[in-house]
Nanobody, 115 residues
Framework: QVQLVESGGGLVQPGGSLRLSCAAS????????MGWYRQAPGKDRELVAL???????NYADSVKGRFTISRDNSMNMVFLQMNNLKSEDTGVYYC?????????WGQGTQVTVSS
C-alpha cells in the first residue's frame, strides 16, 4: 500500500506560478512511476505529467514548456512546478503512483487560476 499526500495548491493570478508537492510512503519509491493528473469541473481526469523511475518524463501538450515534474528519491517526494498559469489550468490536482500493477492516488489539491 502506498499513501500519497499532496500540498501546495491555492489561488494564483494568471501568469503566476505554483509548486505542488507530493509525499509518498513506501520503501521502493525509486522504482515507482510518479505523476500528476488533474480534473477540472465537469471534465474527466487527465494526465498532466509523468516521471518514470528511469528518469523519462511525459507531459500533456497543454502544459509543455510551462510545467516541470521532478522527484527526490531520497525524500520520497515528487514535485510539479507550474509556471505561466492559465485559467484553464484550474482544477483539482492529484498525485499518482504506479508500483508494478497497483495504482495509487492522493486526495487531491485545488489549484485555482483567476484574477
Amino acid at each position: 500500500q502506498v499513501q500519497l499526500v499532496e500540498s501546495g495548491g491555492g489561488l494564483v493570478q494568471p501568469g503566476g506560478s505554483l509548486r505542488l508537492s507530493c509525499a509518498a510512503s513506501g520503501n521502493s519509491f525509486k522504482f515507482y512511476t510518479m505523476g500528476w493528473y488533474r480534473q477540472a469541473p465537469g471534465k474527466d481526469r487527465e494526465l498532466v505529467a509523468l516521471h518514470r523511475s528511469g528518469g523519462s518524463t511525459n507531459y500533456a501538450d497543454s502544459v509543455k514548456g510551462r510545467f516541470t515534474i521532478s522527484r527526490d528519491n531520497s525524500m520520497n517526494m515528487v514535485f510539479l512546478q507550474m509556471n505561466n498559469l492559465k485559467s484553464e489550468d484550474t482544477g483539482v490536482y492529484y498525485c499518482y503512483a504506479l508500483n508494478g500493477g497497483p495504482e495509487y492516488w492522493g486526495q487531491g489539491t485545488q489549484v485555482t487560476v483567476s484574477s
